[in-house]
Every structure is written in structure tokens, then in C-alpha cells.
């Protein structure tokens, strides 16, 4: 005879609300920036096992707005047709990526205008979030594992370069610096922590909070100064400016070849690693890492 269960309707109703909002059809426009959440600095204050931890890739960060990928600025990634054609109707939010320490060759395959086939089938769109659901991460990353699972059993088809970022939790902070460890060894930037309670919204908080064994920040290039040596008639330094404080300094390490050949220009915003501050408030061992945008 057959019984009817309360409990396991309610539960069967709701993972397909959840579902669905995961599928709502794509309504942003392909030239706005969209409302992407962006990250903190990690800090001991946290409580760890409340966060989610991910590797944080060496990719660029893509939204996909159900029919094409948008950069942080709004701008258009044009991938391959054959690249998108099986893609999923709905936002996604995550990183196209090639490899570690891959970034400047990655770079150079996205943002071309007219995509090169055999440059794209080496990358991979890692997916992390789904920023029109309304529900917490707990649960949109949940439903992110029913669909990539749905589409491991072909009950969907997905390309196999659509991938999910594997999100795992974490007791405490000594076994949070331990995962860093490993994945720097590894060759990695370092983790990504995602609060489980949170919802999608498009702002910088603790919600969302990147952890690197070096801290990284913008500047506004002033000046070139030329190098020698190796790099006569080639950018040798830059003079910078931080955005917060507009204190200046210089930054002569990072760069390769091709960037001293063709540096950013004159009042561009760069970003740079360092390690720590002085005591006069400037970056210790500040080195170029890459155009802002990029």
C-alpha cells in the first residue's frame, strides 16, 4: 500500500525550488559589469569551520551570463562557438583557467578577439558559484554538486571543460595554513574561504576572504625609469602610487620581457605583491603582477 511521506515531500519539493533557481534564464546585459562578490583579506579572527576553503586559481575571473563570458570591467570574452555551445542557460560565476603559473599564457588566449581553436581546448571554465540564486552558499553549492552530478551520469550535457571547483571545510586555522602550504608547494596562489551563511551580493566583505602567503594591492603607474645592462632601452623600474595612502615608490622586479618591452601605461592601475609594510608605510619587496583587468 502506498504511504505517503510528509517529510520526504517537503524535502523533495524544496532540492527542486532549489534547482530551479539555479536555472532562472539569463537576464543581464552582455556590456554591463556585472555585480560580482569580491573578497577580503583573510584574518585569524574568523571561525574557520563556517567557511568553505577552494583553491584560489591563477585564472581570470569570468561571469557567465548564460550566453557569453563578461569580464570584471564588462568586457566580452569572445571563446570559440564549439567552446559555449553546450553551456548551461544560467549565471554562473568562476575563472577560466589553464594551469598554475599559467596566468600571462592564459591572458594571452582570452582576450583575443578572434579565438584560436587550439589555444582554447587547452582551457577550462572552473566554476565556484551561481550569483542569481537567493540562497545561501551552503545551499547554492549544493545544488552546484547536484547539477555537475547530474551531468556526470549524462543526465544533462555539459562539455567536459565546464568544471566545479572543489570546495571542502576545515576544523581550525592551523589545518587552514597547513591546505595553504601544500597547495604553494604545489605551485598554487593560495585559498579561497566562502562563508556558508552568506548570500551573493555584489560587494567586497568577509563573506567571501582570499589567503596567500603574500599580500597583494592596486597603484596607479607615475613614472618609467629605463634599465641597464640586460634591459638597456627597456623599462628597468616604474614609479607607483598607492590609490589609499598616494604614497610613492618603485617597483623593478616581475615583469617579463615582453612587459618590459611594452609596459602599462602611464596612469594605469597595476597590481603588486609585497610582504609586509615599513615602518614608513611602504611595501617591502614589492614586485608587478599584472595590469588591473587582466
Same mark, same amino acid.
Given at each position: ?10 524535502? !523533495? ?19 554591463? +559589469? ?5 573578497? #577580503? ?5 574568523? #571561525? ?9 586559481? /591563477? ?26 555551445? #553546450? ?5 554562473? /560565476?568562476?575563472? *577560466? ?17 578572434? +579565438? ?16 542569481? #540564486? ?12 547536484? *547539477? ?13 571543460? *565546464? ?89 623593478? !622586479?616581475?615583469? @617579463? ?13 597595476? !597590481?603588486?605583491?609585497?610582504?609586509? *609594510? ?8 614589492? @614586485? ?7
Amino acid at each position: 500500500m502506498f504511504r505517503f511521506n510528509f517529510f520526504a515531500a517537503c524535502y !523533495t519539493f524544496f532540492s527542486y525550488f532549489v534547482l530551479m533557481l539555479a536555472v532562472l534564464p539569463a537576464i543581464a546585459s552582455s556590456q554591463t +559589469p556585472p555585480e560580482l562578490q569580491l573578497a #577580503n583579506r583573510y584574518h585569524p579572527k574568523i #571561525n574557520v569551520q563556517n567557511y568553505w576553503v577552494s583553491e584560489k586559481l /591563477d585564472g581570470v575571473r569570468a561571469y557567465w551570463n548564460g550566453t557569453q563570458f563578461i569580464s570584471k570591467q564588462g568586457h566580452i570574452y569572445n571563446a570559440p562557438e564549439w567552446f559555449i555551445q #553546450n553551456f548551461p542557460s544560467f549565471h554562473l /560565476d568562476g575563472e *577560466l583557467w589553464l594551469a598554475r603559473s599559467a596566468f600571462d599564457e592564459l591572458s594571452g588566449i582570452v582576450r583575443k578577439k578572434k +579565438p584560436i581553436d587550439d589555444e582554447w581546448r587547452k582551457v577550462t571554465y572552473q566554476v565556484f558559484d551561481l550569483p542569481l #540564486n537567493p540562497a545561501s552558499f551552503d545551499v547554492r553549492l549544493n545544488a552546484l554538486k547536484t *547539477l555537475f552530478g547530474q551531468a556526470e551520469k549524462d543526465e544533462v550535457k555539459w562539455p567536459l571543460w *565546464l568544471k566545479l571547483i572543489p570546495q571542502f571545510k576545515l576544523q581550525n586555522h592551523q589545518k587552514l595554513k597547513n591546505e595553504l602550504d601544500k597547495v604553494v608547494i604545489q605551485g598554487g596562489e593560495g585559498l579561497m574561504l566562502h562563508l556558508g551563511t552568506s548570500l551573493y551580493h555584489g560587494k567586497r566583505d568577509d563573506d567571501l576572504l582570499k589567503l596567500k602567503p603574500y599580500f597583494d594591492a592596486e597603484a596607479r603607474v607615475m613614472e618609467y625609469f629605463l634599465g641597464k645592462g640586460k634591459y638597456k632601452n627597456m623599462l628597468g623600474s616604474m614609479l607607483v602610487e598607492m590609490l589609499d595612502t598616494k604614497k610613492r615608490f618603485r617597483i623593478g !622586479t616581475g615583469f @617579463s620581457d615582453k612587459q618590459r618591452q611594452e609596459p602599462p601605461e602611464v596612469g594605469s592601475i597595476i !597590481t603588486y605583491k609585497y610582504f609586509g *609594510l615599513t615602518s614608513k608605510g611602504l611595501p617591502k619587496f614589492a @614586485s608587478f603582477i599584472r595590469v588591473r583587468g587582466e
